[in-house]
């Protein structure tokens, strides 16, 4: 095995021989070296490394386990079908003489439609533990830093859904869009499910994976289905979920053991659109998770953004189980946010294995932003597609399918969902030690509708779910399912429940149980209001628009929880702005069950 170095005078391609120091081209075992300043271009197949680890130095620096170091630019062809192996771990610990660069396509100069990159992650199918042996990127300068790039020019919507249902054996498909979606293309289809919900609804893996054969606008012909698609309620059309895992751009673990080792990208810039990824089962690397983003935005320029990729977890042939697919650590969120946009991650878990996150948020920093993102448990379930720890984030459109929680949220933080389903799943929350606030959770053929622990404080609004007036009314542990004392003040609502839109409740959490504070049923304009006692007062306050010939009801519901209430309901009428009549009422005078 020799060292490589390339030219330093400016690069060139990789199989021509002037482009490195001594005219000699790597050989498959050989180091690599890209020098400061020069930009090496993959043109066609290049591999090297020899995938032997040798100990657990520092990931940051030159030494005998990097097989390739990285101090200018490695880039992808733009002209040729181009592929990077590398035997061993690419690192970088960028100073203020360079800046690092894997450029696999950028937004200005993406990788053309018909032009194929791979990037193979651990070609040998190196099994022995380390560090790192993936790449280990850190930025120490806040002028340059290490970069990462993969992007496509031909973009997909990733994640649509089914516009009716279908049963098996269906080979063509309406969906709400197919922007660039071609023939060839692979999906994957959600199962059906169905009520009541009497077992565990995760063990339904009727999933379908079939390729695209024609495209009429967003009529897709598919090779025949296994088992049916779609909902079963007309409005619940998010139950239908389909995702196109197709790219030209390819992010894949190799070896027989499909092992795909960390990404690990400290202070810099990692930016994905419109990638593939293959056989991200991780394991022997920090934390064993495989895009692992951290402190993004903490210098000027860096970031951490993913758009329109599919990422899939087959765990065949290990016996692990990993910790998460993308993962944010503490981002500073300087110039942009650290988010995730069109992106799905399936998962297929063998054994006793199982995956604790597929998006995954820890730890401070500022908020992450997740948009129109599913997650997907397709042979074992996962914890949670959506997990939070000690960060702000927030999640629109979002979707979780065979999972123990949609969104597990827990220590102090402080998240927003904003039209997100969970489907298929055991519990829908997670929220434990903290501050967790839920806000328009779509809840569909999920057996327990919440899992809270202590310490948990918050709010949690749930939208159109599937469970009977019965499983409401008669037994808190029939809808929510709660570790050990839930402390005082907790506010949990149902709204529009079996899409009844005049039905809403709010409850209270007091102790080990939560106390219904008002029932409203049939009246759109019917207003509730609780007290709980003198320790503790709990604010209510809603408004709606009057017109001629509306009727009001006002009901005050109290609980006997306490001898002695305080507090006072307030009834005002406006007109714009301006208070015509207003009128307090002392709960002091109140005595129990009133």
């Known amino acids: 095995m020799s060292t490589i170095i390339s ?13 490195w120091s001594g005219g000699v081209v790597p050989a498959v075992n050989d180091t690599v070296v890209i020098d ?33 170091w990285l101090k200018g630019t490695l880039k992808a062809s733009r002209t040729v079908d181009s592929s990077l192996a590398v035997k061993g771990m690419i690192g970088a610990d960028v100073g203020s003489g360079w800046e690092s660069t894997l450029d696999f396509g950028t937004e200005a100069d993406p990788i053309p439609a018909d032009i194929n990159f791979t990037w ?37 919507v990733r994640n649509v859904w089914l516009t009716q249902a279908y049963p098996a054996g269906a080979t063509s498909i309406e969906v709400n869009d197919a922007t660039g979606w071609e023939v060839g293309d692979e999906l994957i289809l959600t199962p059906q499910w169905t009520l009541p919900v009497t077992a565990d609804p995760r063990t339904n893996y009727d999933y379908d994976e079939v390729t695209i054969t024609s495209v009429s606008g967003t009529t897709i012909g598919i090779t025949a289905t296994t088992y049916p698609h779609g909902y079963d309620d007309a409005n619940d059309i998010e139950a239908g979920a389909v995702s196109n895992i197709t790219s030209n751009v390819i992010l894949t673990g190799d070896g027989d053991d499909r092992i795909f080792p960390s990404i690990y990208n400290a202070r810099g810039v990692n930016d994905f659109k419109d990638v593939g990824g293959r056989y991200m089962n991780n394991r022997y690397s920090l934390n064993t998770c495989c895009l692992r983003m951290v402190n993004g935005g903490v210098y000027q320029g860096s970031y951490d953004r993913i758009e329109s990729c599919a990422f899939g977890v087959d765990s065949r042939g290990l016996n692990d189980s990993m910790n998460g697919v993308i993962y944010f650590y503490s981002p500073y969120q ?33 908020n992450s932003s997740y948009e129109d993102c599913n997650g997907y448990g397709m042979t074992r379930y996962c914890d949670a597609p959506f997990s939070n720890y000690q960060q702000p984030s927030t999640y629109t459109h979002c979707k979780a399918f065979n999972t123990t929680y949609s969104f597990q949220l827990h220590d102090n933080v402080d998240t927003d969902t904003y039209n997100c389903w969970s489907v298929g799943t055991l519990y829908n929350a997670n929220t434990y030690n903290g501050t967790a606030f839920h806000n328009d959770l779509h809840i569909r053929f999920s057996r327990y509708l919440a899992y809270f622990q202590t310490g948990w404080r918050g709010k949690f609004v749930a939208r159109r779910w599937d469970f009977d007036d019965e499983h409401v009314y008669s037994s808190s542990d029939n809808y929510v399912y709660y570790g050990s004392g839930l402390p005082d003040g907790n506010l949990y609502k149902f709204e529009d429940i079996q899409n009844d839109t005049n039905k809403q409740q709010w409850y209270y959490s007091y102790g080990r149980k939560w106390w219904e504070l008002t029932t409203l049923r049939n009246d759109p304009h019917a207003i509730g209001m609780s007290s709980k006692s003198d320790t503790y007062v709990v604010p209510h306050e809603r408004t709606f628009d009057a017109v001629t010939g509306d009727a009001m009801l006002v009901g005050l519901y109290v609980k006997n929880l306490s001898a002695s209430y305080v507090g006072t309901l307030t009834m005002s009428i406006l007109q714009g702005s301006e208070v015509i009549v207003s009128e307090d009422f002392d709960l002091t005078t109140l005595t129990a069950d009133e």
Request: aromatic share 14%; hydrophobic share 30%; with cysteine.
């Open 120 to 156: 193979h992650m651990n070609k040998s199918g190196f099994t022995g533990q380390g560090y790192y042996f993936g790449v280990g990127f850190y930025s120490r300068s806040t002028s340059r830093m290490a970069k990462i790039f993969m992007r496509s020019a031909k973009h997909r």
């Open 7 to 19: 030219n330093g005078i400016g690069g060139g391609l990789w199989h021509t021989p002037a482009t």
């Open 36 to 68: 400061a300043g020069d930009v090496v271009e993959l043109d066609g197949d290049c591999e090297c490394g020899d995938g032997v680890y040798v100990s657990d130095s520092s990931p940051y620096s030159p030494s005998s386990n990097f097989r390739l």
């Open 334 to 366: 300087r110039d942009r946010q650290s988010k995730v946009i069109d992106t799905a991650i399936y998962a297929k878990m063998y054994g006793t294995q199982k995956i604790t996150a597929m998006f995954r948020s820890y730890y401070g920093g500022r």
